[in-house]
């Protein structure tokens, strides 16, 4: 096993990176009508020439700039420590960030303001994994549960986590860790396809990528749902044919009804028995999500990927608004953050399954889904993550797929390195794509 | 009564204007420990020489630029856009901004980007009523219901208050509307102060400012707290002896707080009989709040300043977590969004005392409350609205206090225009204020 060499970060480098998916209306439904998949991209150089951490968070074109400059002003904080810094009390590093005095105002702890944050944190794990020579999981997977609790930032959600809770959850998952991660080693963590399902594709394309996700021995399948009722029943009705009554089907709503609409809108989809309804209402609205949940049971609620921070995590399960966890490695600080929220959801037994697709989620996912399984929930029993399989030829190391099972990766760090040629051609606004497309839109 | 002038929008230009407050401790509480009151301005230049609208959200220094990012990646969907057009169908136009589908991702409705949203609106609004030659206030009280009701968007809201209800809370008061606006014309809108119990001031500063407060009729003083509770504890003292036993305490933690920490807290506060306790505990936590409401009554809970939207607000009336409304003219996205929680506060009952102070604050909720009094609640009792009197110098057309009560505005627009001196000291980074601070701190 490698030893801990140390780093301290001399600089940080933040880029816009934009793919212009909104062509080909990949990524599109019933809010988000044409995405450009893009991050803002952090690249911390440290004053050793062989260690550099890289991290991102996931946005969809315009904005990716205002995210960027939240980036910026986080310097200050981030150059010139080292990760023995960082990590002798992560979580007041953790707080250093997330409440600095003035740009907390700006959030706090949500919106560009917390996104930026992540990708912050995300590169420092990177670097700090690769400090150890280790991926992420597996640095995580090696801590006792009093370095994993230590990493926590427990400031509003005592009321609902303690620290002492949160150490037993993970005491009690340590005598058999290595059997759990033995077995992930050897099959590698369940997903579900989201990519045969989005608003926009033809009958005949839902068909051919259904059918093919079927071959790969994907059990899962999840659509969007929401901009015409005829027509997700219509899809409903293909779908649900296409992989008979065993498997599941999962419709995603993209926050786009009130809680009122929410609940007559899913007695219609009732039919085609779905396993859950993903975001009917604002990821803001706590109270609704429990007042759909509770009307449309056996249906489960799903939500998470814009939930802003552990606090609404937190009252979602209070509330039992949520039957299923997506929680996102991107707008969540980092990991600690996501592990925050597994422990809370350990507790209230609620199973995490994790928002991926984007840029880079999948890499993410990939390796919290393995420390969710081997140190805190234990158990796979509803547990899918989710995968959408686009754009892994931006990655250095993208996540691998086997027999619709994400398998461990290998590599150390936390693995969202963009290659030297998807930085050439995607940097906004002077990557060669975009000084393409901008001088052919003038001409 | 003039008539009605239309104006295009012909460039939208944004800047980033900084105080140095930090430097002697305004606005310092206990997470906001060194605060420049800061704002990203809007100046929207039209086809017409004489017509020209500003608005502002109001920010604590850095993280302003992130602000103005958003602002600027808005600028396609205002320029070009007559008052007319705007206002033939503004909910729609309000979502057009809101819901843009690239930039929605960063917020939705939160942060950053809805910190830039409130900034465009609020300065589309006061060039509409600069168009009406009237103030904002009388431009909505001389609407009909069904034009308020046509301001607002109900999405996401409709669990709680529907636009029949709406309707009916503004038809409620038309027939009264106009004893109401004499009142106000003749009498002004109650205030309290917040200047005199800052964390950082002495034992003599308060005394000094309570004095002076009590002197020109103040009965509402607030203090801050959440620091140290012995030195809390001490204030209180002092203060309550000051202002004697029948004028209202207040108390502010800022959300200093856990659940449990705040029920503690405030029981060893009890004894100062303080009228509410602001913030106990973050923003985002509905459920808490109303907890902390449940367990120290008869104290009761006040919040808002913080919380990022009409979901929230509206979870806060559901949960009973909220005794006092204290929304943000700068948070919420723009006067129909602050109208749209006026009416659902009246709806369930709790009276909306806005929250002020920062920069421009005091100018847009001295407009703001008129509306709620004379259109919506219809009653004074237990609404007291902020006040902090410091910046006044800023502003073109600064608020008026008199005898403790806030005058009505009478220039036409919503009130925020900054003097061309105050632009040209503390425009960020170019100002004359940071070009010195520059050059001397590179000594």
Redesign the interface.
């Known amino acids: 096993m490698q030893s801990f060499v140390d780093a301290q970060i001399v600089s940080l480098q933040v880029l816009d990176v934009r793919v212009p998916t909104s062509k080909d209306q990949v990524g599109s439904d019933a ?6 998949y893009s991050c803002a991209y952090v690249i911390l150089k440290t004053n050793n020439d062989h260690l550099e951490g890289t991290g991102l968070t996931f ?9 960027v ?2 980036v910026n ?1 986080m310097k200050d904080l981030v150059i010139g420590k080292t990760m023995s810094q960082v990590f002798k009390d992560y979580a007041a590093f953790y707080r250093s960030l997330t ?17 930026a944050t992540a990708a912050v944190l995300n590169a420092i794990w990177d670097l700090y994994c690769k400090c150890h020579g280790k991926p992420l999981w597996k640095v995580i997977v090696d801590m006792t549960p009093q370095q994993v609790v230590s990493l926590i930032d ?6 609902a986590l303690t620290r002492d809770e949160a150490l037993k959850i993970l005491t009690d998952r340590e005598s058999t860790k290595r059997q759990r991660e033995e077995h992930m080693l050897k099959e590698g963590f369940p997903a579900y396809t989201t990519s045969a399902g989005w608003l926009g594709y033809s009958d005949e394309k839902i068909t051919k990528l259904c059918k093919e996700a079927l071959e790969v021995g994907f059990t899962h399948i999840k659509i969007k749902v929401g901009n015409d009722i005829d027509d997700d029943i219509r899809r409903c009705r293909l779908i649900r044919q296409l992989i008979g009554p065993d498997r599941k089907l999962m419709v995603d709503a993209n ?1 786009r009804w ?3 609409q929410a609940i007559q809108y899913m007695k219609r989809l009732a039919e085609f028995d779905p396993w859950w309804i993903e975001e009917p ?8 999500h429990a ?1 759909i949940a509770k009307a449309i049971a056996p249906i489960k609620v799903a939500t998470g990927e ?1 939930c ?2 552990r ?2 995590f ?2 979602l399960l ?2 039992k608004a949520m039957d299923f966890c997506q929680a996102d490695s991107c707008r969540l600080a980092g990991p600690s953050e996501v592990i925050t929220v597994m422990l809370m959801c350990a507790k209230f037994g609620v199973p995490v399954c994790m928002h991926a697709g984007g840029i880079g989620l999948c890499e993410y996912v990939n390796q919290l889904c393995l420390i969710d399984y081997i140190c805190i929930a234990g158990s796979l029993e509803n547990r899918v993550t989710e995968y959408v399989c686009h754009l892994t030829e931006l990655f250095i190391n993208p996540s691998v797929m086997k027999s619709s099972h994400y398998q461990c990766p290998v590599n150390p760090g936390y693995g969202c390195g963009l290659t030297p040629a998807a930085l050439a051609e995607y940097t906004f606004p002077s990557g060669s794509y975009w000084v393409k497309e901008c001088s052919s839109s003038n001409k």
Chains 1, 2 share one sequence.
């Open positions: 809010m988000h009508t044409n995405p450009d946005t969809l074109g315009k904005g990716t700039d205002a995210v400059q939240c002003a409440s600095e005095p003035q740009l907390r105002w700006i959030g706090p702890e949500k919106g560009a303001l917390h996104l427990f400031r509003y959600i005592t009321d926050q009130d809680v009122d209402t604002s990821p803001d609205d706590i109270l609704g007042a814009m802003q921070n606090v609404i937190k009252q209070q509330a």
